[in-house]
């Protein structure tokens, strides 16, 4: 781990940094740039995990309020845009899992993935979905729902499978247009490499900075 001696009061942030990915990654990069992309996606993966665990429990719980969108000075922080107005790549993770009606996982529970789909329109909805295995490169499973407005309900299931990393693109069509999330099944430390070609792949990274 990067330890820092303590000139400022927010140097601790770097450090924090630097032992989040590798808790999520195994390393900590060994340059600059690769450094910045895996702790953008550490906290792409976090600010993802909380919004999606909310919308899916929808009436348990029930809104989030962000606070820190850009930054007053140069830091390492959590805003998802840096002062110089650059777009972070949480902030396009955060716009596509904050979509009006969104499918999303929630986390594994008896050996099994939940598809749930959020819709917080005042309308029902019809849509057509498809769930693909990256890591297997097949379909899983594919579907049509109809949800009802202002709700949260499970759409299917599918095996929680813990033999490796799996990557779970999620697609859906609503009124001819085409929507996409995704989800990681697996236990940290995760390859970069991997994460970072599924995410490239599938179009999910979307950002100013890179």
Aim: proline residues 2%; glycine residues 6%.
């Amino acid at each position: 781990a990067i330890e820092l001696e303590d000139t400022d009061p927010y140097t601790y942030r770097i450090a924090l940094m630097a032992n989040q990915i590798k808790v999520l990654f195994g390393e900590e990069g060994d340059n600059l740039e690769r450094f910045a992309m895996m702790s953008q996606a550490s906290q792409a993966e976090a600010d993802k995990f909380f919004i999606e665990r909310f919308r899916s429990g929808k009436w348990q719980r029930t809104g989030i309020i962000w606070w820190n969108l850009i930054d007053g000075w140069p830091q390492f922080s959590d805003a998802v845009v840096d002062y110089y107005y650059t777009k972070k790549l949480a902030f396009n993770v955060i716009k596509r899992c904050q979509e009006p009606i969104c499918l999303m996982f929630r986390e594994p529970e008896d050996n099994k993935l939940s598809l749930v789909a959020a819709n917080d329109t005042r309308l029902s909805a019809e849509i057509e979905y498809e769930v693909i295995d990256y890591t297997d490169s097949k379909t899983v499973t594919t579907g049509k729902a109809i949800l009802g407005a202002n709700s949260a309900n499970e759409v299917c299931s599918i095996e929680a499978k813990n033999d490796k990393t799996h990557y779970y693109l999620i697609k859906w069509k609503l009124n001819g247009k085409e929507f996409k999330n995704y989800y990681v099944c697996g236990n940290a430390p995760y390859s970069f490499d991997e994460y970072y070609k599924f995410m490239m792949d599938n179009g999910l990274w979307e950002t100013d900075g890179f």
